[in-house]
């Protein structure tokens, strides 16, 4: 593992977040910047060169301190090459990013899926630590994946491995969303867009409850309202969690049999509902996963919104080491 600096960037599909962190994975500082609405390559990759001289020059650390950078993309990656082969939300579609920024930068940079760079955070210095078999499932407006199993991350054979998120938990269940055309993934039915789905529809049912008056002020339900209305103390929202947390748990029973796992990490931003979420998926992945394997520990994860730049800091020690 090089001594020195390194620089961790989440390349998300609405946010783009760099930092410059230090030995001991400490966030010196933080550049943030809103994705590019641009279909063009070229902009997005400037924007993020931007973003990393302004940590090489902004005089927090002498810059030869700096010994690589390391970017996380929600795409899939073809690591020998450095290649982003197909991405979500953002116009990475066969495009070089590794050598065209370690071009623009002349430092050493290492690429990897976002969701991995997560795990990797996790596992190096979070709630995985000291495990050598792990799951993190990322609870957004989809649901993203990492997996150690034996003591190495899982890739697959072209790197597109453990898209836990499309994993099916109901057959006949609704359409998925983005690039999936599947039906039924457990993405469709534990999302954040699918809680908010859910709290929807129990405003509908219950004219009393906070989500049908927020819904009467025509404030669009979304994941991030039905929690907060359940930490307010509203049932309906509270029930929305539950059902929710409840096909999350079907999940996690499946990653359990499969995995075997000491821990499962629950990240993402509907993790912010913590045990609103987190108990009733405990409560059915301990039902429906056989034992010994349901006696996995199930806790949010540490790393919340940073967790793709964390990764992109340890994927450069790791990788440029
Ligand atoms: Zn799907």
């Not at 927090?60 to 020998?80: K, N, T």
């Not at 979304?222 to 999350?248: C, H, I, K, M, S």
């Not at 075997?260 to 993790?271: A, D, M, R, T």
Request: proline share 5%.
């Amino acid at each position: 593992m090089p001594e020195g600096c390194v620089i961790g960037v989440d390349l998300g599909g609405t946010k783009l977040l760099a930092g410059l962190l230090d030995e001991d994975l400490r966030v010196l500082h933080r550049v943030y910047r809103l994705a590019p609405r641009s279909e063009d390559p070229e902009d997005l990759l400037g924007l993020v060169a931007g973003q990393i001289r302004e940590l090489l020059d902004g005089g927090f650390v002498p810059r030869e301190r700096v010994v690589g950078v390391g970017v996380g993309i929600p795409s899939l990656v073809d690591r020998a090459r450095g290649v982003a082969v197909s991405t979500v939300h953002q116009p990475l579609d066969d495009v070089p990013v590794r050598d065209e920024l370690q071009d623009r930068l002349q430092l050493p940079v290492a690429l990897d899926n976002d969701a991995n760079c997560a795990m990797l955070a996790e596992w190096r210095a979070g709630g995985a630590q000291g495990c050598d078999d792990a799951v993190l499932l990322t609870v957004g407006t989809g649901i993203g994946s990492g997996v150690v199993a034996n003591g190495a991350l899982v890739r697959g054979a072209t790197g597109a491995a453990t898209e836990l998120g499309h994993m099916v938990v109901d057959f006949d269940g609704p359409l998925c969303q983005g690039a999936c055309t599947n039906r039924g993934c457990l993405e469709a039915l534990a999302s954040g867009s699918a809680l908010g789905r859910e709290g929807a529809r129990l405003a509908g049912q219950r004219p009393g409850s906070a989500l049908a008056r927020l819904a009467g002020e025509g404030r669009p339900i979304t994941g991030v309202l039905v929690t907060e209305a359940a930490q307010a103390g509203d049932r309906a929202a509270q029930e929305a969690l539950e059902r929710v947390g409840t096909l999350l748990g079907v999940g996690i029973a499946n990653a359990m049999n499969i995995f075997n796992p000491e821990v499962v990490l629950v990240g993402g931003g509907v993790s912010d509902a913590g045990d609103l979420l987190l108990t009733p998926a405990r409560t059915e992945a301990r039902r429906r996963a056989r034992p010994p394997s349901n006696g996995a520990r199930v806790q949010r994860a540490r790393f919340g919104a940073e967790a793709g730049m964390v990764g992109g800091a340890v994927l450069a020690r790791e990788d440029l080491a």
